[in-house]
């Protein structure tokens, strides 16, 4: 590649208007939180969909929310010789040295990730080679879910949902294969959450975790 | 802990906003998106930091920014064996997948990940235990960043800022690394791009791959 | 002095009963809190006084309070060159390397410090000399309480007690003077709060920093 | 910020548990030691850490113990000029005005200021600038500790221990530069003590001022 191409107009414009418009409201936060460092209460473990922003979804200011953002807002089991070192590394940098106090994995319809896994897992053996390095093995970890699948509808789109909730799920279970987290929910330290966002209707699906049920979010 | 706790009042304070402002705007966007699939033409590889986030700094609506946040937006290289599937396996899904055509390596200031490894590399063989099952493996992936250091300032500070930059360097380096970006860029369907954002006065610098500088976004 | 004294056989018997008692049903958060580091969400100025405990007063479990007791809880003004840095190095501690959400200046009645205060400043310029190389110095940070005294009773007693009030609101603001604090009190990331402890009856007065006044807490 | 914050509920639902369960019970105490004034025979010198409450720990009834806390329990030298006025006074009206019989300096485990003196010392010259106005300087008291550690264990958390229990030695020493403590010490009026608190365990470890060794405690 020869000439070297100019920063793209769409974000230039975007943070014109960032700067112009809500950079002058929130200065002080953001001269405030350089000083003092960031002191956020919640981290959000979120996918990198474009159509689910958790600073938008929940409205927040700078320094509200630390967020873990991959595909599928998968956690890996608890695995210090493992290999997705990169989000359990998030994970302990907001438990341990950010003190976070809540810990929510987020969810959203139509994930692309849980639809790769889903055709991943109907294929079968006989599938066409899987093109990717990265994705098959990274998905591969929303498997464990299929235990914890509770609705049984009719619909590819009902079942992938159902799936959906699940990983919520299995990843609230996986945060607590971290003796830290564990531990410090076991002593009232540390709250673990789940939700799911539609992003056709923008309904907030809270996870009701003494029934199981994801219910749409009041107030 | 047996019973189970309520939904943090903050996020659904925040959510209800959402709900009651923004989303009657753009509740056609996240229809019109959730049928079609989202088409975004931008991915962002930035920082989980709670005062940097991209689709608040770029003033951005649903369905235009892929974003995936790790510990001090670090880019692995290519290497399918290896342990850092999370961030390459959003980055294939973002190229491959969702065809982008901007991929922006994005940095800030008072980086705790950086700040850690920089702390891990200065105490040396006579720093205390690392308690870290992870982030002490994680941010070991700033190391080669060193070498595309440019400046050379007087205070702690300056050197902080400096490795902060070469990072995003590196990142760009280490996206070239995957055969698909690679040859993409190579004729011309993919741009790779570096920003910094100071989260102390809300400026973003912008790499010129040029020079190799960052210049503070004019516009 | 010869032999080495035996441990005070008092507090060896409250030792052995807390070890009996309490430890077992709280060894859970004492290991937990050991592995992962305190989190406390409050500091608490407070009274040396052996009749005024903030952990027993609050029945606080261990780790919830991060304490700092000084003769007569006073905050000094900031000042970054002064002579009080044990209290001020504690508050920076507890502000910025802890993150507490709120800070609680605790006064009591009966206070020896506000007293001592008090007798030596009736007792004027021919007061005999004072003996003390530090309290006198010490206490002399009252004086500016003295301002923000609301209540004007007859007895002298009632004097004392106005003066203590004033001295919680004057801790306060000097708190205020320190730029982290103030700082993140306007952002709304830190609460300042003031309470009297009525070490005859019990009772907790609350400060209303809305009406300045101090109002017996009900619940 | 402009409205006034309510007093944080955990506070509250603390304090009405006390006045419900442990006043009614010691009401008779308070109301006693509040017209007859506080007669504690002990002195604590203790650390502001959450996890280290000298009430909780031996059990005291109100009126029992006259506690100091700063960071790392620390006892500057006697220095009537100096800068260290808040703990010194303290001292000084404990000995002076409240007559108290001993002295125990307390020490535990996991210290951060004693961590944070170590960091610092370790990360020498080159270290980051430091941000705090006050900590640097309060345990800068520390160092001559150093010279006072019996211990060299091989692993850092070990190392810093030994310096744990050399503070507590080194607080002692400093205690005997008071003029009226060395005398008050001479004539078998004052004891000294010293002791560590595991707060991992819950062991309390007390120093044998005849070997210099820390022992747990029996009884």
Redesign the interface.
Known sequence: ?TE??A??S??????????D???PQE????????????????MIIGC????A?P??????A??????????AN?V?P?D?D??????????????????VR?I?VMGH??C??VQ?YIASRDAGPNAPEE?????G???SLVAPAEQLVCESPEDAAGRQRALEFASIRQGIENLRTF??IR???????I?L?G?WFD????E?H?L???TGRFEV?K?
Not at 27 to 42: D, F, V, W
Not at 62 to 71: A, D, K, Q, T
Not at 199 to 202: F, L, M, R, V, W
Request: charged letters at 20%.
């Open positions: 590649m070297t191409p920063f793209p769409r974000l230039l414009r975007g943070y014109t208007a960032f700067r418009q809500r950079l200065s002080a936060r953001y001269r405030i939180l350089a000083e003092t460092g960031q002191r956020p209460r919640t990198c969909d474009s159509r922003a600073e938008t979804i929940f409205d927040a700078p320094g509200e929310l630390f967020v873990i953002r991959n595909v998968l890996p608890y210090p493992g290999e997705y070192h990169g989000t359990s590394a998030a994970i302990e940098f907001g438990v341990m040295g950010l003190k809540y929510l319809g139509r692309g990730g790769a093109p990717s390095a990265f994705i093995k990274w998905i003796p830290s531990n410090l929910e076991e002593i009232g330290e709250e959450h939700a992003i056709s209707t923008g907030l809270i009701d975790q003494a979010a107030g």
